[in-house]
């Protein structure tokens, strides 16, 4: 356990380990990166947009940023693995890529895949233009800590008129048998002009010590490319991360994204799309299904900034326990984003009287001729339904599996892999039997 006790201590412990660490890579960035960070810090809970996720003070108590665990302990990935689902694997063990347990089975012709310290190198005209250009880390202290710190990542490129047959399955896993594990991963992906990519990221702990984990991914989705994106966080009860997800769209593009999740000590989630261009159609949907002490903060925003475009953002959330929700949306709509359409939902169920949510959807509305919407509601189960499930000779708790079922599979119905969409379909029913 660190013995740190103020943020200001902790900044200084992150530059000195920054100041003697040795990097190969974007080190212009990383160094711009550090300096922000050393003089903003990272944000506590007087900063508005993390009052609700004091993980700055649960790094302060739960770790000691010099003791950093790489070494594992796994032989196998298999319990890891999303039955069934035949795809391109890439896997990150604390952090670092392990070749050893990854495959690439799509050919070249479809897609580019190499670590980011292999793309720095040959693919220098693309991550000059494409790296660190969507998060903003000077708004951000996590994303300028991301961006100082990655120790590897992913470099994914698509090239025009290309269908990736295959999907890619990311598996984050975090070992903490020997030790703590703090871990920085990074992604880039670029979708190229009418083609086709389909992501999976999963996260998932084993051991007892507590894991930190920073995450930084940067979407390019060019002209009339789809990208379905789908995000399943399950790490054990020990784990602390923040993850910045940053999505540009060209015209006539179709993003659709999905985010489930399920355990963690806390979890942040900061998700950005900026719609770039006109005739885009966006869809974005979130599911956190909380017990115990977990406490789960997604932050979006939505950013249409040229006509003619479509976005719907719907996320839901059970809590259960002691267990805590945070929801804040925001959709902007620039003066030039005529005829847009920008919808936004977030319903959540409280569980018992020691839950909690916190919900703030917003529109920010420059433009005259659009349809706008938001909303929020918060409640508990409907004792009427509950109520009619009975009185038909269902046993109350089953009743209550089942309209909470109803309640969740409205958001992951809209994924279009019939695997993954059984996988995600499992991981809610093993939930609602934990709870019942």
Same mark, same amino acid.
């Given at each position: 356990?660190?013995?740190?006790?103020?943020?200001?201590?902790?900044?200084?412990?992150?530059?000195?380990?920054?100041?003697?660490?040795?990097?190969?890579?974007?080190?212009?960035?990383?160094?711009?990166?550090?300096?922000?960070?050393?003089?903003?810090?990272?944000?506590?809970?007087?900063?508005?947009?993390?009052?609700?996720?004091?993980?700055?003070?649960?790094?302060?108590?739960?770790?000691?940023?010099?003791?950093?665990?790489?070494?594992?302990?796994?032989?196998s990935i298999s319990d890891f693995l999303i039955p069934d689902?035949?795809?391109?694997?890439?896997?990150?063990?604390?952090?670092?890529?392990?070749?050893?347990?990854?495959?690439?089975?799509?050919?070249?012709?479809?897609?580019?895949?190499?670590?980011?310290?292999?793309?720095?190198?040959?693919?220098?005209?693309?991550?000059?233009?494409?790296?660190?250009?969507?998060?903003?880390?000077?708004?951000?202290?996590?994303?300028?800590?991301?961006?100082?710190?990655?120790?590897?990542?992913?470099?994914?490129?698509?090239?025009?008129?290309? *269908?990736?047959?295959?999907?890619?399955?990311?598996?984050?896993?975090?070992?903490?048998?020997?030790?703590?594990?703090?871990?920085?991963?990074?992604?880039?992906?670029? $979708?190229?002009?009418?083609?086709?990519?389909?992501?999976?990221?999963?996260?998932?702990?084993?051991?007892?010590?507590?894991?930190?984990?920073?995450?930084?991914?940067?979407?390019?989705?060019?002209?009339?490319?789809?990208?379905?994106?789908?995000?399943?966080?399950?790490?054990?009860?020990?784990?602390?991360? $923040?993850?910045?997800?940053?999505?540009?769209?060209?015209?006539?593009?179709? $993003?659709?994204?999905?985010?489930?999740?399920?355990?963690?000590?806390?979890?942040r989630n900061n998700f950005g799309i900026v719609i770039d261009?006109?005739?885009?159609?966006?869809?974005?949907?979130?599911?956190?299904?909380?017990?115990?002490?977990?406490?789960?903060d997604n932050h979006t925003v939505v950013d249409h900034r040229?006509?003619?475009?479509?976005?719907?953002?719907?996320?839901?959330?059970?809590?259960?326990?002691?267990?805590?929700?945070?929801?804040?949306?925001?959709?902007?709509?620039?003066?030039?984003?005529?005829?847009?359409?920008?919808?936004?939902?977030?319903?959540?169920?409280?569980?018992?009287?020691?839950?909690?949510?916190?919900?703030?959807?917003?529109?920010?509305?420059?433009?005259?001729?659009?349809?706008?919407?938001?909303?929020?509601?918060?409640?508990?189960?409907?004792?009427?339904?509950?109520?009619?499930?009975?009185?038909?000779?269902?046993?109350?708790?089953?009743?209550?599996?089942?309209?909470?079922?109803?309640?969740?599979?409205?958001?992951?119905?809209? *994924?279009?892999?019939? $695997?993954?969409?059984?996988?995600?379909?499992?991981?809610?029913?093993?939930?609602?039997?934990?709870?019942?």
């Amino acid at each position: 356990m660190s013995t740190t006790t103020t943020n200001q201590d902790l900044k200084n412990e992150i530059v000195n380990s920054f100041r003697a660490a040795q990097f190969g890579e974007a080190n212009e960035h990383r160094e711009k990166a550090i300096l922000q960070l050393e003089k903003s810090g990272l944000p506590d809970q007087k900063h508005e947009e993390y009052r609700f996720a004091p993980i700055t003070k649960a790094i302060e108590k739960n770790f000691t940023w010099k003791n950093q665990i790489s070494s594992f302990t796994l032989d196998s990935i298999s319990d890891f693995l999303i039955p069934d689902l035949e795809a391109n694997v890439l896997v990150f063990i604390n952090g670092s890529f392990s070749k050893s347990f990854s495959k690439i089975i799509s050919p070249e012709s479809q897609v580019k895949v190499k670590t980011l310290h292999e793309a720095f190198q040959s693919e220098k005209p693309v991550t000059d233009t494409y790296f660190d250009k969507l998060v903003n880390s000077e708004t951000d202290g996590y994303a300028a800590l991301n961006t100082a710190f990655w120790q590897d990542g992913m470099f994914i490129h698509v090239p025009e008129n290309t *269908i990736v047959e295959k999907p890619f399955l990311i598996l984050h896993i975090h070992d903490s048998n020997q030790g703590q594990v703090i871990a920085h991963t990074r992604i880039l992906a670029i $979708v190229e002009k009418n083609s086709t990519l389909n992501l999976i990221e999963k996260f998932d702990s084993i051991g007892s010590n507590p894991v930190f984990n920073t995450i930084t991914e940067e979407f390019e989705i060019k002209e009339h490319a789809q990208f379905e994106y789908c995000k399943i966080q399950n790490d054990n009860g020990n784990s602390y991360q $923040v993850a910045n997800t940053s999505i540009r769209q060209s015209g006539s593009s179709q $993003v659709n994204t999905f985010t489930l999740t399920l355990s963690g000590q806390l979890v942040r989630n900061n998700f950005g799309i900026v719609i770039d261009g006109e005739h885009c159609e966006s869809h974005f949907h979130g599911l956190y299904l909380l017990n115990n002490n977990t406490l789960a903060d997604n932050h979006t925003v939505v950013d249409h900034r040229k006509p003619n475009s479509f976005s719907n953002e719907m996320y839901k959330g059970v809590m259960d326990n002691n267990s805590k929700g945070v929801f804040n949306g925001k959709i902007f709509v620039r003066p030039h984003a005529q005829k847009t359409n920008a919808f936004q939902s977030n319903r959540n169920i409280l569980l018992t009287d020691t839950a909690t949510i916190n919900t703030k959807p917003q529109l920010e509305i420059w433009a005259d001729d659009v349809k706008c919407s938001h909303g929020c509601t918060s409640g508990q189960l409907d004792e009427e339904a509950l109520f009619y499930l009975q009185s038909r000779g269902i046993p109350k708790q089953k009743a209550k599996a089942m309209l909470l079922y109803a309640f969740a599979a409205e958001v992951f119905a809209p *994924i279009k892999s019939e $695997v993954l969409r059984t996988h995600i379909d499992h991981l809610v029913s093993e939930r609602l039997h934990q709870i019942f």
